[in-house]
């Protein structure tokens, strides 16, 4: 196959080379054929006396000229963006030297000296020979260098009819035209490099555009998802509220069914939206990873108890042969990892079953997850692991969940430093591969802690609640599932309307014990520094948490830096339960200083 035509762009760069390593040269050059010129005429006319040489010398100083047109081009600042002009003037200056040593013959050619006329050719010759490679860049500047010099020295021997000149003219046809073709290949092998050379730069930054065009659309998409996800979130945690209040309240009526299908209709969606979460909080770079040795046993027993469920509403076989192995890795990201993968080989395996066991190979352990599944082709074997990709799913099947699952897997191998490979076939099953460094056992294993009996029952929820949120329908539905808890609330729109709200509450002996605070307020007001402020200026007394629905990763990232408890909506109410008790059993002490 041909190579593809040089652009109009590459074309034009080639041509501002070639036209600056023309001048470039044109200084020195000028001085040695000057110089030669000089010597060969002093010396010819003191043999032959000719005035010939004298006319001839005058011709030749216009050379001399070259210097102003030299200095002329270096000067101009358009010189890149007028090559083609400065070219042109190269060869028509080129073509002028070359006719002035082309008459050089017909003028003083010594007719009746054979020393002096060799002596003459073969200046003239090796003067087009050495002076070749510094007009090889362009082609028209060679033909305009070689041509009618040498046709002045060929035709002159010629014209004296004698043998001899007959033989030297012969032999200095044979000379140029050897000239020629050297000349020729050297401009062909300069003009290809030069091509090759603008053609790899432009594709490195046809590559670094699309590059920045892929991130561009990364970012764009983080972005667009981490909008989506919070306006999600929003409503979706009024309406998980409610349905628990509606739970509560129809609790023994006919119509107890229909809250309880609703509660599970919200929790799937929660499901799928944590999940996202899982991805932006990846991506912020706010899950660290605290590798340390662990026994795999413990992971495989958890991941085992999560999957059992699952596998056994689909008829299917989950097998989990323990080991007593050990490795080096964050026990609960690598739960995280591991339980992916089964629930993506459950999802995918229509009879049979999933085997989930490890193998010590060298100074690895070999985490293998096999299923006897559907399999997916060689070609999707990559796009797998990227979000919302799903090989068997077209239409969108929500039951089969939003093709995340192996995405996460991805992120969380790179985080820990666990390589994750796929060996597949259509039909046969698939078999994911973690590889994890290989741990040594303590000599004497650590005694877990019991924690006291009853110890989260016996927290003490706050008596009194403040609500920070710009959106009614989420204060509302808060504060009837806490009012439904026991827990009096006041709720505010905004940190003026807070700070009010506090100063009453402290007047009337009633200070709040707890401020919920959503992350984004109306008008753009920042929630994180505006609880804090209400936090300093009730002297650090009620405990802070902090409901979100945000996504982005740049403000994950904040929320985890200011160190502040952070529930992510919607919100389990048996957690959000949780989290305020651990608020009143937990000491209050500085607060964080507000971005």
């Not at 007009?135 to 260098?145: G, H, K």
């Not at 046969?428 to 019991?450: E, Y």
Request: charged fraction near 15%; aromatic fraction near 6%.
């Amino acid at each position: 196959m041909p190579p593809a035509p040089p652009s109009a762009s590459t074309d034009a760069r080639v041509l501002r080379e070639q036209v600056a390593a023309l001048y470039a040269t044109m200084p020195a050059s000028t001085a040695i054929d000057v110089l030669l010129a000089w010597g060969l005429c002093a010396l010819l006319y003191w043999q032959t006396r000719n005035a010939g040489i004298l006319v001839w010398l005058g011709l030749h100083f216009i050379q001399v000229l070259r210097y102003p047109l030299i200095h002329a081009y270096f000067r101009d600042p358009q010189a890149a963006e007028r090559s083609a002009f400065w070219a042109r003037r190269h060869w028509r200056e080129l073509l002028y030297y070359s006719i002035t040593w082309g008459l050089a013959p017909w003028l003083f050619l010594p007719a009746d000296s054979l020393p002096l006329t060799a002596l003459m050719m073969l200046t003239m010759l090796g003067l087009c020979s050495g002076g070749v490679p510094s007009v090889a860049p362009r082609w028209p500047s060679v033909l305009a260098f070689v041509v009618p010099m040498t046709v002045g020295l060929i035709t002159a021997l010629a014209w004296r009819a004698d043998t001899i000149h007959l033989f030297l003219a012969a032999c200095a046809v044979l000379h140029v035209g050897a000239t020629l073709h050297f000349a020729h290949a050297q401009h062909r092998l300069l003009t290809t490099a030069l091509t090759t050379r603008f053609e790899k730069e432009a594709l490195a930054d046809a590559l670094a555009h699309q590059v920045q065009i892929t991130q561009q659309a990364s970012e764009e998409k983080t972005r667009f998802f981490a909008a989506a996800s919070h306006d999600l979130r929003q409503p979706l945690h009024a309406i998980a509220l409610f349905g628990v209040v509606l739970e509560r309240e129809l609790q023994g009526h006919a119509s107890q069914p229909h809250a309880q299908r609703l509660m599970r209709a919200v929790n799937a969606l929660s499901g799928s939206l944590d999940t996202m979460l899982d991805v932006s909080q990846l991506d912020a770079g706010v899950v660290p990873a605290q590798p340390q040795a662990v026994p795999l046993r413990s992971v495989l027993l958890a991941v085992q108890a999560l999957a059992a469920t699952r596998a056994e509403a689909r008829a299917l076989q989950l097998r989990v042969r323990t080991t007593p192995l050990w490795v080096r890795t964050d026990p609960q990201l690598l739960q995280r990892l591991l339980a992916n993968l089964v629930e993506n080989a459950i999802k995918y395996t229509p009879t049979g079953g999933v085997l989930v066991l490890a193998r010590a190979r060298g100074a690895e352990v070999w985490l293998d997850v096999v299923d006897t599944g559907v399999g997916i082709a060689p070609e999707h074997h990559e796009r797998v692991f990227q979000e919302f990709y799903q090989v068997h799913n077209p239409g969108r099947d929500r039951a089969q969940g939003l093709g995340i699952g192996l995405s996460i897997v991805r992120r969380l191998s790179r985080l820990l430093d666990h390589p994750v490979a796929l060996h597949s076939r259509p039909g046969r099953g698939s078999r994911f591969r973690v590889r994890l460094p290989l741990a040594q056992a303590p000599a004497q294993l650590p005694t877990p802690a019991a924690a006291p009996a009853g110890a989260l029952a016996a927290a003490t929820l706050p008596r009194h609640v403040l609500l920070l949120d710009d959106e009614a329908d989420i204060t509302d539905a808060l504060a009837a599932f806490l009012r439904g808890e026991g827990i009096a609330t006041a709720s505010a729109r905004d940190e003026h309307e807070a700070m009010q709200q506090l100063e009453r509450a402290t007047a009337a002996g009633q200070p709040f014990d707890a401020l919920l605070c959503d992350y984004r307020l109306a008008d753009g007001a920042d929630g994180l520094d505006a609880a804090l402020r209400l936090q300093a200026h009730a002297g650090n007394t009620p405990g802070l948490l902090l409901i979100t629905g945000e996504t982005a990763p740049e403000r994950l990232q904040r929320v985890h830096d200011s160190g502040v408890p952070v529930l992510f909506k919607p919100v389990q109410p048996e957690r959000l339960l949780q989290a305020l008790a651990e608020l009143s059993t937990t000491s209050a002490g500085p607060a964080p200083s507000p971005r």
